[in-house]
């Protein structure tokens, strides 16, 4: 039986080929990944099994949430770092409390990604950091210049 011709419209020379996309079906779906013969199945696979899943609706809006608490600290920190600075004597104190003002400002958005970066495949140790550097990073001198 012949092919219908809108079915080779659907096709390329060369689906059928297994090495040419390892993991695909060649019908355009992903299918489970399996090693090759020639390579060994790695560790970390069996490591982070909610890695691959989709983060959920409610996830992503507390991350969005976290994500703009630290937006406004970082704001408030930026506020505070262009304040007039006191006058101390020393200037080496000088220096040292300015740089550590602008450590300050760099503080929150660091602190969120390097979060969302190390701990991708752990959701519930995500939250928990995120939720431990919203206490921690607070902008106290904004919030008690009032």
Partial sequence: MARDSDDDA???EGDDDPTLAPGWKAVGTPASPQPRADE???DDEEDAPDAAAPAS????VVLGVLGGVYLLY???WLIVATSQAPALADPVAQ????LGRWFAVAAPPLWFG???W???GRRRAR?????????LLVPVPFLIRG
């Fill in 118 to 120: 190390l701990a991708s």
């Fill in 127 to 135: 939250l928990a950091w995120l939720i431990a550097g919203a206490l």
């Fill in 10 to 12: 659907l096709r390329w």
């Fill in 57 to 60: 609706s409610a996830e992503l």
């Fill in 114 to 116: 390097a979060v969302l």
């Fill in 40 to 42: 060994a199945p790695r």
């Fill in 74 to 76: 970082t704001v408030g």
């Fill in 95 to 98: 220096f040292m409390y300015g």
